[in-house]
């Protein structure tokens, strides 16, 4: 049904779970034997050389980001894979992780190698217990095997993963936030600079990755840098991605496509449409923090830099889509109350401001709103913007700007009717 | 003497004491034993279904840290129940995906169903009922998570 070229999710069966054997049948590990035949050096260059963005949500290019590494300095330096998924509409590194998770421990091993930073960390959320499992599984059968442990396929470079059970919080996610509750203290986000990859985990170098973006190394690796941009429809992109559906969808299903396919494209033909025969209203493109896309957008290409034109964002590529008979202040109210509820506290504007925001949204989404609500609607969003402490309320601000300036009559005929409309 | 034998009765039906051995022992050869702050909280949860000040208190003794490192670090997380719950914790996503395909009424359902509140325990001690933020279950939507399963 998929007719588009299957790179992560090749061996994916539902309910099922690729064990080694299998994963090494289908060309598992070929791209680290490769690796090793390199230099970190060459490695980390053809990362960069491929295109190849962070699938974490902000699409940074993984080899420049790999460049800036340390990786001769001496002592001890880390690489983390960040498997806390907790964006609202994002579920596709669960996804890849209860399909192949070899794919992720053999990025791992890679850029381990790329970096000269031999031990790992795989930072897993509370609510993946069943990743965590797996991920296990699979570490156990990698050391067994020469991929992991001590001298790796005896390239005399050893690799040492261990797995991180988290206990919860979206903010977590956050990399610096992240590195804190590795070393067991309280998780409120570090100030950057330094970055993680000056001062880390336990203070040392670190590199931290998603888990997508890690397990697509090893196939760049094997099959090359060409082979990786022509995956994309973009001719300006690379490779494909993961596409979480979700909302009101016939088919609210995980896809793997390639970058550059449309909007439109994605949900008829991927998502089987809009549920009930409605027609589409909009749909966050990328996670609960992109800017909502309208029916004027569906011919736009699903890829970074296409979506930030229109002042959106990829993000993670969960795209939840809302049917003509949803309330956009509702959906924003909604979001914004996980944004409040999920806020570490640590910084003013995000903890009081989304706050404020939610009071707002409250009072116009059940009829209590007034033309002063809307101005200070405009008003905490120009204060919360660039002056929170971590993107956590910066990511906020994307719903609600979106729905500003999208939909600002919905707005208004809420306060002018004094009730929702959709509600009537 | 006694007060020792009852603080030590009460500590095992934190933790048994082969397990609390094992993260000492842990804790003994690595850099960092902080580190293993939220994998022993949860191990106790795992026991007791909940972290009472006593977890706290065996969780520093156990790792050689202070308490208030590990207060600190047990009410940042969500899952980490610093309040007695019942056996089982329901808990139901009401972000995004779930509230638009009807999370709301499965919540309402199942109050009515439980005869308690969401934050609420069932009389019997039975059931909790938590709200939580996405589950990464989206496409299964509206998702629940029962004990640690999706
Ligand atoms: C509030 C917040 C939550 C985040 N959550 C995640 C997450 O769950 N998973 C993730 O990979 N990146 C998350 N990120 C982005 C990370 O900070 C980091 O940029 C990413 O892990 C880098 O990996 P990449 O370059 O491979 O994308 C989050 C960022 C913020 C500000
Ligand atoms: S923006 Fe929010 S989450 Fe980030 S540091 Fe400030 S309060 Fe914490
Ligand atoms: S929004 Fe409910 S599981 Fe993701």
Same mark, same amino acid.
């Given at each position: 049904?998929?007719?588009?070229?299957?790179?992560?999710?090749?061996?994916?069966?539902?309910?099922?779970?690729?064990?080694?054997?299998?994963?090494?049948?289908?060309?598992?590990?070929?791209?680290?034997?490769?690796?090793?035949?390199?230099?970190?050096?060459?490695?980390?260059?053809?990362?960069?050389?491929?295109?190849?963005?962070?699938?974490?949500?902000?699409?940074?290019?993984?080899?420049?980001?790999?460049?800036?590494?340390?990786?001769?300095?001496?002592?001890?330096?880390?690489?983390?894979?960040?498997?806390?998924?907790?964006?609202?509409?994002?579920?596709?590194?669960?996804?890849?992780?209860?399909?192949?998770?070899?794919?992720?421990?053999?990025?791992?091993?890679?850029?381990?190698?790329?970096?000269?930073?031999?031990?790992?960390?795989?930072?897993?959320?509370?609510?993946?217990?069943?990743?965590?499992?797996?991920?296990?599984?699979?570490?156990?059968?990698?050391?067994?095997?020469?991929?992991?442990?001590?001298?790796?396929?005896?390239?005399?470079?050893?690799?040492?993963?261990?797995?991180?059970?988290?206990?919860?919080?979206?903010?977590?996610?956050?990399?610096?936030?992240?590195?804190?509750?590795?070393?067991?203290?309280?998780?409120?986000?570090?100030?950057?600079?330094?970055?993680?990859?000056?001062?880390?985990?336990?203070?040392?170098?670190?590199?931290?990755?998603?888990?997508?973006?890690?397990?697509?190394?090893?196939?760049?690796?094997?099959?090359?840098?060409?082979?990786?941009?022509?995956?994309?429809?973009?001719?300006?992109?690379?490779?494909?991605?993961?596409?979480?559906?979700?909302?009101?969808?016939?088919?609210?299903?995980?896809?793997?496509?390639?970058?550059?396919?449309?909007?439109?494209?994605?949900?008829?033909?991927?998502?089987?449409?809009?549920?009930?025969?409605?027609?589409?209203?909009?749909?966050?493109?990328?996670?609960?923090?992109?800017?909502?896309?309208?029916?004027?957008?569906?011919?736009?290409?699903?890829?970074?830099?296409?979506?930030?034109?229109?002042?959106?964002?990829?993000?993670?590529?969960?795209?939840?889509?809302?049917?003509?008979?949803?309330?956009?202040?509702?959906?924003?109210?909604?979001?914004?109350?996980?944004?409040?509820?999920?806020?570490?506290?640590?910084?003013?504007?995000?903890?009081?401001?989304?706050?404020?925001?939610?009071?707002?949204?409250?009072?116009?989404?059940?009829?209590?709103?007034?033309?002063?609500?809307?101005?200070?609607?405009?008003?905490?969003?120009?204060?919360?913007?660039?002056?929170?402490?971590?993107?956590?309320?910066?990511?906020?601000?994307?719903?609600?700007?979106?729905?500003?300036?999208?939909?600002?009559?919905?707005?208004?005929?809420?306060?002018?009717?004094?009730?929702?409309?959709?509600?009537? | 003497?006694?007060?020792?034998?009852?603080?030590?009765?009460?500590?095992?039906?934190?933790?048994?004491? %082969?397990? +609390?051995?094992? *993260?000492?022992? =842990?804790?003994?050869?690595? !850099?960092?034993?902080?580190?293993? $702050?939220?994998?022993?909280?949860?191990?106790?949860?795992?026991?007791?279904?909940?972290?009472?000040?006593?977890?706290?208190?065996?969780?520093?003794?156990?790792?050689?840290?202070?308490?208030?490192?590990? %207060?600190? +670090?047990?009410? *940042?997380?969500? =899952?980490?129940?610093?309040? !007695?719950?019942?056996?089982?914790? $329901?808990?139901?996503?009401?972000?995004?995906?779930?509230?638009?395909?009807?999370?709301?009424?499965?919540?309402?359902?199942?109050?009515?169903?439980?005869?308690?509140?969401?934050?609420?325990?069932?009389?019997?001690? +039975?059931?909790?009922?938590?709200?939580?933020?996405?589950?990464? !279950?989206?496409?299964?939507?509206?998702?629940?998570?029962?004990?640690?399963?999706?």
């Amino acid at each position: 049904m998929n007719a588009y070229p299957q790179v992560l999710f090749k061996n994916r069966r539902p309910g099922e779970t690729v064990l080694l054997p299998e994963y090494e049948k289908s060309g598992g590990y070929q791209g680290l034997r490769k690796a090793l035949k390199m230099s970190p050096g060459e490695v980390c260059a053809l990362v960069k050389d491929s295109g190849l963005r962070g699938r974490g949500g902000a699409g940074f290019p993984t080899g420049i980001k790999w460049s800036f590494f340390p990786s001769s300095q001496p002592g001890d330096k880390y690489l983390v894979c960040n498997g806390d998924e907790m964006e609202p509409g994002t579920y596709k590194d669960r996804q890849l992780l209860l399909a192949d998770p070899h794919q992720l421990l053999e990025g791992m091993a890679i850029a381990a190698y790329a970096l000269q930073a031999p031990v790992g960390y795989i930072f897993l959320r509370y609510a993946y217990e069943d990743c965590s499992l797996r991920v296990e599984r699979a570490v156990k059968e990698a050391i067994a095997a020469g991929y992991l442990g001590k001298n790796i396929l005896g390239s005399g470079f050893d690799v040492e993963l261990h797995v991180h059970r988290s206990a919860g919080r979206y903010i977590l996610g956050e990399e610096t936030s992240l590195l804190n509750g590795l070393e067991g203290g309280r998780p409120n986000p570090r100030s950057k600079p330094p970055f993680p990859a000056q001062r880390g985990l336990f203070g040392r170098p670190t590199n931290v990755n998603n888990v997508e973006t890690l397990a697509t190394v090893p196939h760049i690796l094997a099959h090359g840098k060409v082979w990786f941009h022509n995956l994309a429809l973009n001719p300006e992109s690379a490779g494909t991605k993961l596409f979480g559906l979700s909302g009101h969808l016939n088919k609210p299903e995980c896809f793997e496509l390639p970058l550059g396919v449309t909007l439109r494209e994605v949900v008829d033909e991927f998502g089987g449409g809009v549920r009930g025969g409605k027609k589409f209203k909009a749909c966050l493109p990328g996670g609960a923090s992109t800017p909502y896309l309208a029916a004027e957008h569906l011919d736009l290409m699903m890829d970074f830099d296409p979506l930030e034109e229109v002042d959106s964002r990829l993000g993670t590529a969960g795209v939840t889509v809302f049917d003509e008979d949803t309330c956009m202040v509702a959906v924003t109210r909604n979001l914004n109350q996980f944004f409040a509820r999920e806020s570490c506290g640590w910084c003013t504007p995000c903890r009081d401001g989304l706050a404020t925001i939610s009071w707002l949204l409250d009072r116009i989404e059940f009829g209590r709103g007034t033309e002063d609500d809307l101005t200070m609607l405009k008003d905490q969003v120009r204060n919360i913007k660039g002056r929170s402490f971590c993107a956590l309320a910066e990511g906020a601000m994307g719903p609600v700007e979106a729905l500003l300036r999208l939909f600002e009559d919905e707005i208004k005929d809420h306060i002018r009717k004094g009730c929702c409309p959709f509600k009537q | 003497m006694a007060r020792g034998v009852k603080k030590l009765k009460v500590m095992t039906e934190l933790l048994p004491q %082969e397990q +609390v051995d094992s *993260f000492k022992a =842990k804790a003994a050869v690595i !850099a960092h034993p902080h580190e293993l $702050i939220v994998d022993l909280l949860r191990a106790i949860q795992s026991h007791h279904d909940w972290v009472p000040d006593d977890g706290v208190l065996l969780t520093a003794e156990t790792l050689g840290v202070l308490p208030i490192e590990v %207060e600190e +670090v047990a009410t *940042f997380y969500d =899952k980490i129940f610093r309040r !007695a719950v019942g056996r089982r914790v $329901i808990h139901v996503c009401d972000s995004i995906c779930c509230w638009s395909i009807g999370a709301e009424m499965i919540t309402e359902h199942l109050q009515k169903s439980l005869g308690i509140k969401l934050g609420e325990t069932t009389a019997d001690g +039975v059931f909790t009922l938590l709200p939580t933020c996405c589950l990464g !279950a989206c496409g299964e939507a509206p998702a629940m998570m029962i004990g640690l399963t999706i």
